[in-house]
Structure formats: C-alpha cells, structure tokens
C-alpha cells in the first residue's frame, strides 16, 4: 500500500503563488509516475499535470501550461506543484496520485492511477 500526503494549500490573492507538496510512503510504487488533479465544487476531477518516475517527463493541462510546474525529489519521495500566476479558477481541492504501472510515463486519465491522497484546499480570491 502507498500512503500519499498533500500539504501547502492556503488561501491566496489572485497573481500569487503556492507550493503543493505530496509526500509519499509505503510500497516502492511510490516512486512511479505521479500525478495531481484538482476538482472545484460541483464539478469533475480534472487533470493538472503529472510527472514520470525519473524526473524527465512532465505533463500539463492546458489551462495551467506555463503557469504551474511539476518536479519530484525521489530521495524524499515527494512530489511538488510549484503554482504560479494563480487565477480564482484555480480554487479546487488538489489531490495527488500515483500509479502502480511502473512503465508509465505520464497520463492524464484518472484511471491510470491506483492511489490517491486526502487532498489539500486551495483557495484564490480576486
């Protein structure tokens, strides 16, 4: 089993910046391919970006492209979401996950991932 912990939510005025940590446990799966989302009230879980279990590959949705950055310190076992530019859209709980696959690389799709933290509030005003 993999335990995943994210932390670094807050409330933040529109323009500002937030670092999302998830910290990873468990199993050696937790070095796989991770990934975070976010869902906003009354909506879907949505993809933001994952990153491959070497570091290399990085993916993005659209509407965080060059505003967010993902990377990960695999000696800590933690993933990061460096938020930059951050809009009132961007108001979501944020969750990490992580895969089982060890031959991911990245993925978008929400059934590619097996284990998910609690998640973490982050809240941008105008």
């Known amino acids: 089993q993999v335990q995943l912990t994210e932390s670094g939510g807050g409330l933040v005025q529109a323009g500002g910046s937030l670092r999302l940590s998830c910290a990873a446990s468990g199993r050696t799966s937790s070095s796989n391919a991770m990934g975070w989302f976010r869902q906003a009230p009354g909506k879907e879980r949505e993809f933001v970006s994952s990153v491959s279990r070497s570091g290399d590959y990085t993916y993005y949705a659209d509407s965080v492209k060059g505003r967010f950055t993902v990377s990960r310190d695999s000696a800590k076992s933690t993933v990061y979401l460096q938020m930059n530019s951050l809009k009132p859209e961007d108001t979501a709980v944020y969750y990490c996950?992580?895969?089982?696959?060890?031959?991911?690389?990245?993925?978008?799709?929400?059934?590619?991932?097996?284990?998910w933290g609690q998640g973490t509030h982050v809240t941008v005003s105008s």
């Open positions: 996950a992580t895969t089982r696959d060890v031959y991911m690389r990245v993925s978008a799709n929400l059934r590619d991932y097996n284990y």
